[in-house]
């Protein structure tokens, strides 16, 4: 009978490709056979309730070869997939939840006995675009600083999602919230140095979900943002204070935060530049609608044209204490 078995027979198979060994009339594997990966017939079970394989479905009748993708069909319903997001730290918060919640913030300016500010509340929704109002001198550039642990308060929580910003979360929480000054300091020497920090800095720190600005991007902000013009050799501080915040804004936007705190990013700039400036921060909502914006501003018509809403920070200070005249 040896002459009439096929190779694989003779090697110690099955005619179907199955080990034979001694003793044994069962046909064990290492691997499924093949018919595991066809589409089953409409009488197959249904697809497990958990998301792991099951055995393969009895074969009643024919089959067809189907695409063999990562959505492979299981019976007459599609086997249900793993839940995106990765860890619950690095997964971005419901869109029903504000990016950014201020509770109760206070801070007493040294060798003041009162609050400048008091029982601040304010939250900051995902695709919000929120001006922060006030006198010159109330304490908004302070209150900003506040929002990111530049400057200590007397009371008072500040979250980004699930994230509380405490002496231990302060560096995670400062890749989240970026904070933007009127007058950016330096961080390298030339402009180079500064883009090339920026991308150095987002590809170790910032979470993996989050792509950083690549080289060609930043250089396409450049152009957008009307920066195009200047060597990139020159030293940072010889540049305009209007090119200083046009320079810390891509710096800025290469880490890809979900919130912008920026305090009068315009102030410096002619009319064309801030139609620029103010062009990208539209479109930074519009293309990525998770991400939310604090802007400071003296210009009425600026927050017409940019923001849904205004805090008025005269809301939270204290009124002036008067004395009864005998």
Not at 12 to 37: E, I, K, N, V
Not at 116 to 132: I, N, R, S, T, Y
Not at 228 to 243: A, M
Not at 258 to 277: F, G, I, N
Request: net charge positive.
């Amino acid at each position: 009978m040896e002459l009439f078995q096929r190779p694989c027979e003779r090697a110690g198979y099955g005619s179907r490709g199955h080990r034979r060994f001694p003793g044994s009339h069962q046909r064990t594997h290492q691997r499924r056979p093949a018919y595991h990966l066809l589409e089953p017939c409409p009488r197959a079970p249904p697809a497990p309730q958990h998301g792991d394989l099951a055995d393969p479905p009895q074969r009643t009748g024919p089959r067809k070869l189907q695409h063999l993708g990562r959505h492979r069909r299981a019976g007459p319903h599609p086997r249900p997939l793993r839940q995106p997001g990765g860890p619950p730290h690095l997964r971005a918060p419901p869109m029903t939840s504000p990016l950014l919640r201020a509770t109760n913030l206070t801070w007493t300016p040294p060798e003041h006995t009162s609050p400048l500010w008091q029982d601040v509340c304010f939250d900051l929704l995902p695709g919000e675009m929120v001006a922060l109002d006030g006198e010159s001198g109330s304490g908004k550039s302070t209150l900003l600083r506040a929002l990111v642990a530049l400057l200590g308060t007397d009371r008072g929580d500040v979250r980004c999602g699930d994230l509380t910003l405490s002496p231990e979360t302060v560096h995670a929480f400062r890749r989240r919230v970026v904070y933007l000054h009127q007058r950016p300091a330096p961080l390298a020497t030339t402009c180079a140095d500064e883009l090339r920090l920026a991308r150095h800095y987002a590809s170790r720190h910032i979470p993996p979900h989050t792509q950083p600005l690549s080289e060609d991007e930043q250089h396409t902000l450049l152009k957008r943002l009307g920066l195009s013009h200047i060597p990139l050799t020159r030293h940072f501080e010889r540049l305009s204070p209007g090119e200083q915040q046009r320079f810390a804004l891509i710096r800025a936007l290469t880490l890809q935060p979900p919130v912008l705190l920026l305090d009068e990013p315009t102030a410096s700039l002619d009319s064309r530049s801030t139609e620029r400036v103010e062009e990208l921060l539209h479109e930074l909502l519009a293309d990525h609608p998770t991400r939310a914006i604090l802007l400071v501003t003296h210009h009425k018509d600026q927050r017409a044209r940019l923001t849904s809403r205004t805090i008025h920070i005269a809301s939270w200070q204290p009124a002036p204490h008067t004395t009864s005249s005998p």
